[in-house]
């Protein structure tokens, strides 16, 4: 809805400052990028080649870079598979050097206790933002953006139920 949007674009503008970066992993992640462009925030993109430890096919990840370049932003491909139980973000933290990562984590289909803001430790006193904007929007409310602004489907989704997540496609 509009007032999602207008909701999630001033959560960026208000949390997203200089060092920032957005991950880019499916069509979640992809709606909260394009809304931290279309709200002017400076970020560059890290995109995992890996769900964890499993490859991700060369076609996805060379579309969601695709997506990611036709916003003008900087991308970059981690291409290193990590622990499952390792934070991606920290590891983007520690590598690459970001304090502020846009996410497109939602509390239903990731975890319930969620915030449009977070602070995770990253170790050694360090912390992390989290700026979770797409927070509070249902599975229908992301694909009604992606369908809105004509956003790129990545072909997973277009073989898989519309809730699925992009890693659960990749690797049912």
């Known amino acids: 809805t509009a ?3 207008r909701r999630a674009r001033e959560v960026i503008r208000r949390h997203v400052a200089e060092n920032a970066a957005a991950t880019l992993s499916g069509k979640d992640s992809m709606v909260a990028l394009h809304l931290a462009a279309t709200a002017g925030a400076a970020v ?11 490859r991700l096919p060369q076609k996805v990840v060379d579309e969601l870079r695709a997506f990611a ?24 933290n520690r590598k690459y050097g970001f304090n502020v990562i846009v996410t497109g984590l939602r509390r239903r289909e990731n975890r319930g206790h969620i915030h ?14 989290l700026v979770n904007p797409v927070i509070n929007w249902s599975t229908a409310e992301v694909w009604s ?8 489907v ?11 997540s992009l890693q659960r496609i990749v690797f049912p």
Not at 116 to 129: D, M, P, S, Y
């Open 154 to 164: 990545p072909t997973p989704y277009k073989l898989a139920r519309p809730d699925a």
């Open 3 to 5: 007032e999602k949007e």
């Open 116 to 129: 449009a803001v977070e602070r995770q430790l990253a170790g050694h006193n360090k912390v992390i933002k």
């Open 44 to 54: 560059d993109v890290v995109i995992s080649a890996y769900a964890a430890e499993r």
């Open 145 to 152: 953006y992606i369908f809105h602004y004509r956003l790129p």
């Open 69 to 92: 370049e036709s916003l003008g932003v900087r991308v970059i491909i981690h291409d290193e598979p990590w622990d499952v139980h390792a934070s991606l973000f920290t590891i983007i």
